[in-house]
Structure formats: C-alpha cells, structure tokens
C-alpha cells in the first residue's frame, strides 16, 4: 500500500502503546506494534505494525491470517482504559474558584490527569475538566498553570 505524501506529512511520530510478540504456526516470530485512540467514547486499536523479528523474510497472507488481531490486543487496552478510569474517579469533585491561587498538590494533580488521557489518546482539556469539576476554559489555565511550574513537558500539545 502506497500512503501519499500529505499524510506522511501530517503524521506525528509517536511511541506504540502495546508491544506484542506472535510466533506463528510455522514458528516464525513477529512483532506487532499498536496504537490506541479513543472513538464513540471506546479506547481501541488505531494503528498496527506488523514486521518480521528478522528482517530477511516477507509478511505472507498465510502469516497474516493466522494473527488472532481481535485477542491479541484486549489485555493492554483493557489496563490502558482501566488505568484512566481510576485515576479520573480518584479526583474530588470541586468548583471552580475564580484567580484562586493553586497549590503544587492541586496542579500535581492536574498534571497526573493530563498524563493518563494523553496516554489514552483522549482530549486532555476534557479530561481535567471533568475529573476536576470545571469548565474546559478553567481547564486550560490550570494545565497552562502545571505546565509553567514544570509539571508537564512545554512542548506536549493539547487536544
């Protein structure tokens, strides 16, 4: 498959959610890679990768039928969306309060939400702001606020 130049170039290289080794019936190993977003409010498999260990033989059709794609995944994404359902359900309810000053604690924890939905592939704008109990506007100047005392990376972008 031939993929064209444009979305080349709108791809942002990033690092594979799951790892996964299959040996197939003849023992040849490959190695599959996977990435995962969220759609319709499910987190599931975006991108997959499939490559041979060695390098020096071809992917077959016999060898890509063979790979369970719908089983091999579900463990990781299983502990991916358990992960951010647990520490979004472990932030208090709160309200926003207008030019409160916020603590390291408070943006800490800002900081450690935005970290699981960026992992999961999720708005992050979003995430704070439900997990918080505010608005998506007071969202973002929190994580605006974690960001400049260093608790997150300056050039992590939001979504």
Known sequence: MVQNDK?????????????????D?????LLLTAEFKLFNDRLDIATITIATSDLRSPITRRMLSEIPLDKLFRDELAVEDENLKRMLSNRK????????????????????IYQAAFQARLPVQKAVADACG?????????????RNR??????????
């Open 150 to 159: 260093g608790f997150l990376p300056k050039n992590q972008g939001d979504k």
């Open 93 to 112: 309810v709160t309200t926003a309060h207008q030019g409160r000053q916020h603590s390291d604690d408070d943006l800490l924890a800002v900081a450690e």
């Open 25 to 29: 019936s003849i023992g040849r190993k």
């Open 7 to 23: 979305t080349k170039k709108n791809r942002k290289p990033s690092a594979p959610d799951a790892v996964m080794e299959y040996t």
């Open 134 to 146: 505010i608005s998506v506007s007071t969202a973002t100047k929190r994580i605006m606020a974690a």
